[in-house]
């Protein structure tokens, strides 16, 4: 059941340029900046989003994922980037666009192998129940219950384990 609390809020039209850059990553592998359109348009609660990213060179996006649930779009604004989509490399340029549709078990992430900032338009869903799997690491996130939580995939169990199946 949806509540008023979970509707998100029409703030009428927004200027990107108003948006304030926001950075994300870990170490000197991993990181980009991005403005989150959809977040300052209509607040935390909303199905599909939208945001700019931009990412430096010798940078990574993201360590590379696909997502159960959930779809995600994206659109070269401007530069150059290295999409890894499983084991391919794909050299993508302003104006051209991917599709990872939720589901696709092939891990995905953008690496800016250029000499300049490559800047471009992801759309993706929010799942409450997303599952997303990290195939470089063998983890997997699950957001769930209000939760989200990230599992080795290693430390797999058997459907029995710690039940007491004896009476």
């Not at 609390?5 to 592998?29: C, F, H, L």
Request: net charge negative.
């Amino acid at each position: 059941m949806t509540s008023a609390s979970d509707t998100p809020t029409v703030r009428g039209p927004i200027s990107s340029e108003n948006v304030p850059w926001e950075t994300w990553g870990e170490g000197a592998r991993f990181g980009s900046r991005f403005r989150h359109l959809t977040m300052a348009a209509a607040g935390e609660n909303y199905h599909v989003g939208m945001q700019i990213e931009e990412l430096s060179p010798g940078m990574q996006s993201s360590p590379a994922h696909y997502h159960m649930l959930e779809e995600e779009q994206v659109l070269i604004l401007e530069g150059q980037v290295t999409l890894r989509l499983g084991d391919e490399m794909h050299e993508m340029k302003a104006g051209d666009y991917v599709c990872f549709p939720a589901g696709q078990k092939v891990g995905h992430c953008f690496i800016n192998n250029s000499g300049a900032v490559c800047r471009w338009l992801i759309i993706g869903e929010k799942d409450p129940n997303e599952v997303c799997v990290y195939t470089d690491s063998n983890k997997v996130l699950v957001r769930a219950l209000g939760r989200r939580e990230i599992y080795d995939r290693a430390a797999l169990r058997d459907y029995w384990d710690g039940e007491k199946t004896e009476r």
